[in-house]
Each structure stands twice: as structure tokens, then as C-alpha cells.
């Protein structure tokens, strides 16, 4: 039975990922979380690894991904509010890393924080 996986989301940390993992739980989809023992072991590599992989089975994709949604939170500016795509005016982003460049791959913090709409997928820097 070839089984394969979809990946939800990526987290800093495993704790980030926890109450998300729960909720898809209790709604009877398995979870898996890929590099949650190497970032508990060395917190710091977190970025330089891409941080605690979401993980569920490609069969459970949609049912997971509609979960996720309602709970997800999303990207706030230096305000507190909601990020707004400019293209779709969706306030549904979230911080985005195109990790391009040699330099932005050995060292992402240098990269400049830009922001994904999830609903038309439009890149867009504050």
C-alpha cells in the first residue's frame, strides 16, 4: 500500500504545531510531524531545516486542509490587524520565505519578510 503524505504547513517550533495537531486528531485524521525531534533536540537549526513539517496522508488532504483553515492564524502587521492581499483583498496571508540566493539559503534571516495570500497565492513586501 504506496501511501503518501501532504504537508499542511511548517512551524518554528513544535509547540506552534501542537494544538493544530490535536484538533486534526480528535477529527480522525492521522498527523505526522516531520523534523519535530531534530528542532526539540537543536531549537536554533529550526530555520535552517524549515522548521516542524504538518504532515497528514494525500487521502485525508482536503478534509485536513478545510480543518486547518478554520484555526489557522494568520499573518498581523505592526498594528495588530490582519494582513490584506492587495490583488484579492482577502485577509488571509501569511508569512512567506522564498529562500532564493545562496545567501538567503545559508542565512534566511537576512531575507526580507514578505507575505503569501492564500486564497490567490500573491507574494507581496510590506
Do not use: H, W
Request: net charge positive; glycine share 6%.
Amino acid at each position: 500500500m504506496n501511501q503518501e503524505f501532504y504537508t499542511l504547513g511548517a512551524f518554528e517550533y513544535s509547540a506552534d504545531v501542537q494544538i493544530i495537531k490535536g484538533k486534526l486528531e480528535s477529527e480522525g485524521i492521522q498527523v505526522f510531524l516531520k523534523d519535530e525531534n531534530t528542532i526539540n533536540t537543536d531549537p536554533l537549526i529550526s530555520q535552517a531545516i524549515g522548521g516542524v513539517k504538518l504532515q497528514v496522508y494525500s487521502v485525508d488532504k482536503n478534509r485536513a486542509l478545510d480543518i486547518y483553515n478554520e484555526i489557522r492564524s494568520y499573518a498581523l502587521d505592526s498594528k495588530g490587524n490582519l494582513i490584506t492581499c492587495p490583488n484579492c483583498k482577502a485577509q488571509r496571508s501569511e508569512v512567506y520565505y522564498s529562500r532564493k540566493g545562496i545567501i538567503n539559503k545559508l542565512f534566511p534571516f537576512l531575507e526580507k519578510k514578505k507575505y503569501k495570500c492564500l486564497k490567490c497565492n500573491m507574494i507581496t513586501q510590506l
